[in-house]
């Protein structure tokens, strides 16, 4: 067998022995000296480590160090009482630190065992059962990571058998600290009952034994034992240190002196009081050591703040403080919030949003915005613009609130020739689709542009096909980006020049949610809800009629009746498609009411045929070049546009109550059974 692993057998065994044997005074100096410099090299490993699990063998360090202590503190026991004296070490001891006096050693030996028991161990008693508790705890959660890390391919069997190696060690090294701090407070608590003994087991034998009176024998073995528990309790103050050391170090790169200077003295201001604090306490205290100190800390801060206005921030720096604020717990609130419109593109766009690369990306998104104020009355949201490396170098994605809704691509040193379907002359290019309206379409160079527009092509450059597409999907979802804090501004700003009209209403008729309801099913069809005044008069008069959101949603369309009429006709005749009186009655008889809402429920097969009848109708209207406009009853407008909504997404359907009334109606179709 090797020598080192004979090493602790043989250790234990003389501990042991030592414990039985009578020893020597001059082989107990060995011991003790060895003790004291054992503790001291433990100690001063403690203070350069690292990581805590550096020095895995703390554990048994522990209880081979208390043990070792005990069997010299008893072996120095025997000799004190049997031949009163107990070797030059724990004479010296008596007389270096204690003065040869047995109040001031004895007043010196309480205040070293209180240090030890009360304050030091107790604390790293405490710590280490933290510790163990919250590490036992986490490793389910560990072991667990580890495992999504293996099957995600993320590390390899070899590294996980090492992680689980490390978790494991982790989790023994500091239950095992937990139990060895015990030893280490109970050893402070056997040095004061060993003190106790020998001097009462002193006073017997030197009164009893030797004849010598009480004097004699309190000063002979009183200041024999205060010595030996000096002995004794340094080196248990210096382990009880070392373990308060180990418990609470936490990994870092550097040693702890290193940590010390860096976190202590990182920050000149705090340097700067002190001198201040110091200086004031001059005046009231001893003058010298101050002035010292404040001059101390004067040039300490002086040289600090020197230092770190020469020494920038650098990268690396930069990015472990950002990645120090998002460890930080608040900081996780932050990845909640949810950008209501975002529009994300490749890196071969860039360009067009980069201001000093000539786009204008951005101050078009501003304009769609304005535009989007006056046309539909809601005010935008603020639009996200970011690049996204996944997405392809000329793809740009539209999002509301974290969803794709639209998506498209763009070729930037190109423009983009539409045609709207009534040119026939070919040109050269690349063919495309037109991401908003799906129309065919070619991309062509600048060179081509005049020869296109010449053809009769729509000539648009790359900015523009994206602000139209980003305006036409705003549009069409302007319902789903406004929400009741969205109403409430709009109400806030009426309420500035209108306060009876809001004081009437809300809350005293409707809630915001209601309006807010009210409000996103104009916007859902295209109405503009920027005559907030007429919306909430109309809302005031028939809300205490009904609560209906649809039904009151229909009385404010009415109200809104000529500037809808504008929208879809223009002069005063108008081209429509209405419904048979019988397809009207079978809508009505098939609405169904429920506290939820109204919905219908048609037969399949004559829900077919007043499909394939509108169908029809519509085609006609295609044929022509208009847009189809659907003209029923004000009761059963509603009903009809929910059935056709999903079938026929965008179709126009209006009431004879939203007409101008000196509009001049031609049907050219008629929907029926």
Same mark, same amino acid.
């Given at each position: ?11 234990? !065994? ?30 001063? $490993? ?9 020095? =895995? ?6 209880? !081979? ?5 005990? =069997? ?22 008596? $007389? %270096? ?29 405490? *710590? ?92 002979? +073995? ?207 290019? *690349? ?15 600048? =060179? ?8 009769? +092509? ?34 806030? $700003? ?53 609560? &209906?959101? &649809? ?12 500037? *809808?009429?504008?929208?879809? %006709? ?28 109204? +919905? !219908? ?6 829900? $077919?045929?007043? !499909? ?8 006609? %209207? ?10 029923? =009853? ?8 929910? %059935? ?30």
């Amino acid at each position: 067998m090797k020598i080192q692993g004979l090493s602790v057998p043989i250790v234990i !065994i003389i501990i042991v022995l030592v414990f039985i044997l009578p020893i020597p005074g001059g082989i107990l100096d060995v011991l003790h000296a060895a003790n004291i410099m054992i503790s001291t090299i433990i100690l001063l $490993n403690t203070i350069y480590i690292r990581d805590a699990e550096e020095l =895995s063998i703390f554990p048994t360090l522990l209880v !081979i160090t208390t043990i070792f202590r005990l =069997s010299v503190n008893v072996a120095a026991t025997k000799l004190i009482l049997s031949d009163g004296s107990a070797g030059r070490v724990i004479e010296g001891f008596g $007389n %270096f630190v204690a003065r040869g006096n047995m109040v001031v050693g004895f007043v010196i030996f309480i205040i070293i065992v209180i240090v030890n028991f009360l304050v030091i161990t107790k604390g790293a008693e405490r *710590i280490a059962e933290v510790a163990a508790r919250f590490t036992l705890d986490a490793m389910p959660g560990k072991q667990m990571a580890i495992d999504a890390d293996l099957n995600s391919g993320l590390i390899n069997e070899e590294e996980a058998k090492e992680r689980r190696k490390k978790v494991q060690k982790s989790a023994d090294f500091y239950g095992a600290m937990d139990g060895a701090t015990k030893f280490v407070k109970n050893d402070a608590i056997a040095g004061i009952v060993v003190a106790l003994v020998n001097i009462v087991g002193g006073l017997i034998t030197g009164m009893l034994m030797r004849g010598e009176s009480f004097q004699e024998a309190l000063e002979t +073995y009183a200041l024999l034992t205060i010595g030996n528990g000096l002995v004794c309790q340094i080196p248990a103050l210096m382990i009880s240190t070392a373990t308060s050391f180990v418990v609470t170090r936490s990994a870092s790169d550097t040693e702890i002196g290193d940590e010390l200077l860096r976190q202590l003295f990182n920050n000149y201001k705090v340097l700067y009081i002190a001198a201040v604090l110091s200086f004031i306490l001059s005046f009231f205290l001893t003058k010298i050591p101050f002035w010292i100190l404040t001059a101390l800390f004067i040039y300490l801060g002086y040289v600090l703040s020197k230092k770190q206005k020469q020494e920038p921030i650098t990268e690396e720096e930069e990015q472990e403080i950002q990645a120090e604020e998002i460890r930080k717990p608040e900081n996780v609130m932050g990845l909640l919030q949810i950008d209501p419109l975002e529009l994300e593109f490749g890196y071969a766009l860039i360009p067009l949003a980069d201001a000093s690369q000539g786009g204008d990306l951005l101050d078009r998104v501003v304009m769609i915005r304005r535009q989007l104020a006056l046309e539909l009355g809601i005010i935008v949201p603020i639009i996200r613009l970011r690049d996204n490396i996944q997405l392809g170098p000329n793809e740009y994605v539209i999002k509301i609130k974290g969803v794709e809704v639209a998506r498209g691509e763009l070729m930037p040193d190109h423009y983009l020739a539409i045609n709207p379907g009534t040119v026939d002359k070919e040109i050269e290019g *690349i063919k495309t689709t037109e991401p908003t309206f799906g129309l065919p379409a070619l991309w062509i160079a600048q =060179s081509q542009t005049d020869k296109a527009e010449v053809a009769g +092509y729509t000539v648009v450059d790359p900015p523009s096909v994206i602000t139209t597409h980003l305006t036409e999907v705003i549009k069409q979802n302007a319902h789903l980006l406004l929400g009741r804090q969205e109403v409430q501004s709009l109400i806030d $700003n009426v309420k500035q020049n209108y306060p009876v009209v809001v004081d009437e209403l809300v809350p005293k008729l409707l809630t915001i949610g209601e309006i807010q309801k009210v409000l996103a099913n104009l916007l859902k069809e295209g109405v503009s809800i920027r005559d907030m005044v007429t919306i909430l008069e109309t809302l005031g008069d028939y809300a205490p009629i009904t609560r &209906d959101t &649809d039904v009151l949603t229909e009385y404010v369309r009415q109200a809104l009746g000529r500037s *809808i009429t504008k929208k879809y %006709f223009e002069g005063n005749k108008s081209t429509v498609i209405t419904l048979d009186p019988e397809v009207e009655q079978t809508i009505m008889n098939s609405v169904q009411k429920t506290e939820t809402g109204s +919905y !219908i429920a048609l037969e399949p097969s004559i829900a $077919n045929r007043i !499909i394939n009848s509108l169908s029809k109708q519509i085609q006609k %209207f295609a044929e022509i070049g208009q847009q189809p406009v659907v003209l029923t =009853s004000p009761i059963v407008r509603m009903y009809f546009k929910k %059935f056709t909504e999903h079938v026929i997404p965008g179709l126009v359907v209006l009431s004879y109550n939203e007409l101008d009334p000196n509009m001049e109606i031609q049907t050219i179709g008629m929907v029926s059974i």
